[in-house]
């Protein structure tokens, strides 16, 4: 089905390298979420687009971190410069005006940084 | 303060019981609110939305205390494959505000 979609799934890297993760949100969905999972700890807010509003980013732990939607569709999250205490799982949702407390989660981007 | 707070668990319960989860909220603007259900290894799924007055899903129940900033979630007649962690969701009162997830309360249903 078409439901949200991110890669990678897993990406292992070295710290101090930058990293690209993609999210690719249901087709008409007009808002989309970045959080981020630590093992055996809830989610955290990193960022949030609504439309073609400016996005909230007061969740960015850092200005290492950065996030794009181009398009209002595919959003991509960059950190650079990866740290050690950035491994966690990456999760991208998305939801509808309609019903906008409905996310739909994408599987996640795990990223360890060694 | 956290934003939302819950008791991270884990909760073990029989199978059949009733098990009640309680999670508070600090921002008493907030709008809307809902529970959310992770299984291990796999992303959040929307369980319930909760209304004000209170409302059911089958063996679901959520209700809502304005007063003292707190939802609650009972689930009668407890299955194996309740056995999840429950998130309680909340956003505040502006519509740009992303979704606030709280830590989660794990439950076990045992055989």
């Known amino acids: 089905g078409a439901g949200v979609s991110q890669s990678p799934s897993n990406k292992v890297t070295e710290k101090g390298k930058d990293v690209e993760l993609r999210c690719d949100p249901i087709?008409?969905?007009?808002?989309l979420y970045w959080y981020r999972q630590s093992l055996g700890q809830g989610l955290e807010f990193l960022i949030y687009?609504?439309?073609?509003?400016?996005?909230?980013k007061s969740g960015l732990p850092s200005d290492r971190f950065s996030a794009e939607r181009t398009g209002g569709s595919v959003s991509t999250l960059t950190i650079q410069r990866t740290q050690q205490e950035d491994s966690a799982v990456y999760l991208c949702?998305?939801?509808?005006?309609?019903?906008?407390?409905?996310?739909?989660f994408g599987e996640g981007s795990r990223l360890t940084v060694l | 303060r956290k934003e939302v707070e819950q008791d991270p668990g884990p909760f073990n319960v029989p199978e059949g019981a009733t098990v009640a989860f309680n999670c508070t909220y600090s921002?008493?603007?907030?709008?809307?609110f809902f529970w959310y259900r992770q299984d291990c290894r796999k992303e959040p799924k929307l369980l319930m939305s909760v209304y004000s007055s209170g409302n059911e899903d089958g063996r679901f129940t959520a209700q809502l205390n304005r007063a003292s900033q707190y939802i609650s979630l009972l689930i009668r007649d407890s299955k194996l494959s309740d056995s999840a962690t429950y998130l309680c969701?909340?956003?505040?009162?502006?519509?740009?505000?992303?979704?606030?997830f709280g830590s989660g309360t794990r439950l076990q249903v045992q055989p």
């Open positions: 687009f609504q439309g073609n509003s400016a996005p909230d």
């Open positions: 969701v909340v956003n505040g009162n502006t519509g740009r505000r992303a979704l606030t």
């Open positions: 921002n008493s603007a907030s709008q809307s």
């Open positions: 087709s008409g969905h007009t808002a």
């Open positions: 949702a998305s939801s509808s005006t309609v019903n906008p407390g409905e996310l739909f």
